[in-house]
């Protein structure tokens, strides 16, 4: 007699692991992915800022006197500071000290002599002299003194005028906006030229209002040619009410100074503190027409999807703002028949 072996009751080596390990089971069930990790982003989202160099101030050379303009550097010459810039003519004005230094002589004379002789009416007796009399010596005197005292000051005057005939650089910078020609007789107060600073650019910025409102820019971190570190210095008052932007300028390291020049436009990166701000890898992002999004293992390796907005780019990565949280396991690989709900096993690699 034939004993019929009965197959649907046979045991296989997987089903007796599955026994065993019911845990094991479901892992080798388990779809395969490989995930990465939600990392912290530390520098805030990128705003591109659009700037200019500038000078926060332009030094105005002028005439101090009706001279002749005798020498002057060109326009574009650089120079240090204490470089001569221009010189007048000292003709007039040396001639015109001297005459003023005998008229002070005279005066100075006229006064030594009036005084003594009030003190010598003064002791005579009122039968050899009058109270007028004594009052008139008293009054050309007081006037020789007054005349003094005011042509010592118009000396003072006329001797800063005379020193300021050559005129000196300030500071290092460059010679612009040349003026007044060889030759010609300058009036005081005359423009001749302008001195531009070289070593004390800044950079000019526009920044949207709306960004702006929610910043205490002294705190931001502004990054240009993604190396050099900029401060925030000041602001205009008032915004522009067209682009609805706000001027704000920056300050430039000095290893910048000689190299940039005025008006040359740059891009400067502004990182502003944001909330729920990530750093999630490239494969990680499903990009769709109506948004983009991840999918997130949770404990149990279940999936969800979470939605996320893209900040900005980097190297191997995207800044999202969502509501990842470090740490956080998504799916880099794998991610074609992914649904809500769907456990996987996470793989260091998949072929």
């Given amino acids: 007699m034939y004993l019929v072996k009965n197959t649907s009751h046979v045991l296989t080596p997987h089903s007796l692991i599955?026994?065993?390990?019911?845990?094991?089971?479901?892992?080798?069930?388990?779809?395969?992915?490989?995930?990465?990790?939600?990392?912290?982003?530390?520098?805030?989202?990128?705003?591109?800022?659009?700037?200019?160099?500038?000078?926060?101030?332009?030094?105005?050379i002028s005439s101090h006197a009706d001279a002749e303009l005798i020498w002057?550097?060109?326009?574009?010459?650089?120079?240090?500071?204490?470089?001569?810039?221009?010189?007048?003519?000292?003709?007039?004005?040396?001639?015109?000290?001297?005459?003023?230094?005998?008229r002070l002589s005279d005066t100075q004379s006229k006064m030594v002599f009036t005084?003594?002789?009030?003190?010598?009416?003064?002791?005579?007796?009122?039968?050899?002299?009058?109270?007028?009399?004594?009052n008139g010596v008293k009054r050309q005197y007081d006037k020789s003194k007054?005349?003094?005292?005011?042509?010592?000051?118009?000396?003072?005057?006329?001797?800063?005028r005379i020193s300021r005939l050559e005129h000196r650089a300030s500071a290092v910078g460059r010679v612009a906006n040349l003026t007044a020609n060889l030759g010609e007789n300058i009036v005081i107060g005359q423009p001749i030229l302008q001195l531009i600073p070289t070593l004390s650019k800044e950079l000019a910025c526009s920044i949207p209002l709306d960004i702006y409102d929610n910043n205490d820019l002294s705190t931001v971190n502004f990054q240009f040619d993604?190396?050099?570190i900029l401060s925030y210095k000041?602001?205009?008052?008032?915004?522009?009410?067209?682009?609805?932007?706000?001027?704000?300028?920056?300050?430039?390291?000095?290893?910048?100074?000689?190299?940039?020049?005025?008006?040359?436009?740059?891009?400067v990166n502004m990182y502003q503190e944001t909330d729920n701000l990530t750093q999630v890898p490239f494969d990680a992002i499903v990009l769709e027409d109506d948004g983009n999004y991840v999918w997130v293992l949770d404990e149990d390796n279940k999936v969800r999807k979470q939605s996320v907005d893209i900040v900005s780019t980097q190297a191997t990565s995207?800044?999202?703002?969502?509501?990842?949280?470090?740490?956080?396991?998504?799916?880099?690989?794998?991610?074609?028949?992914?649904?809500?709900?769907?456990e996987v096993y996470p793989v260091s690699n998949i072929l």
């Fill in 18 to 60: 599955c026994l065993f390990s019911l845990f094991f089971c479901q892992l080798v069930n388990a779809e395969q992915v490989k995930v990465g990790a939600v990392t912290y982003w530390e520098h805030g989202e990128k705003v591109l800022l659009y700037c200019a160099v500038a000078v926060p101030f332009k030094n105005q």
């Fill in 72 to 102: 002057v550097l060109p326009e574009g010459s650089l120079v240090k500071e204490g470089d001569l810039l221009a010189r007048q003519d000292n003709f007039h004005l040396a001639r015109k000290s001297k005459m003023l230094n005998i």
């Fill in 115 to 134: 005084n003594k002789e009030f003190i010598r009416l003064k002791e005579l007796s009122k039968e050899h002299v009058s109270e007028s009399q004594l």
């Fill in 146 to 160: 007054y005349e003094l005292a005011e042509m010592k000051q118009e000396r003072e005057v006329l001797n800063y």
């Fill in 226 to 228: 993604g190396k050099y």
């Fill in 234 to 267: 000041r602001q205009l008052a008032a915004a522009n009410d067209v682009k609805q932007s706000l001027t704000i300028y920056l300050s430039l390291p000095i290893e910048l100074q000689s190299r940039l020049v005025i008006g040359k436009r740059l891009q």
């Fill in 318 to 342: 995207f800044i999202v703002h969502s509501e990842l949280k470090v740490g956080n396991r998504v799916v880099v690989r794998g991610k074609q028949s992914m649904e809500a709900g769907k």
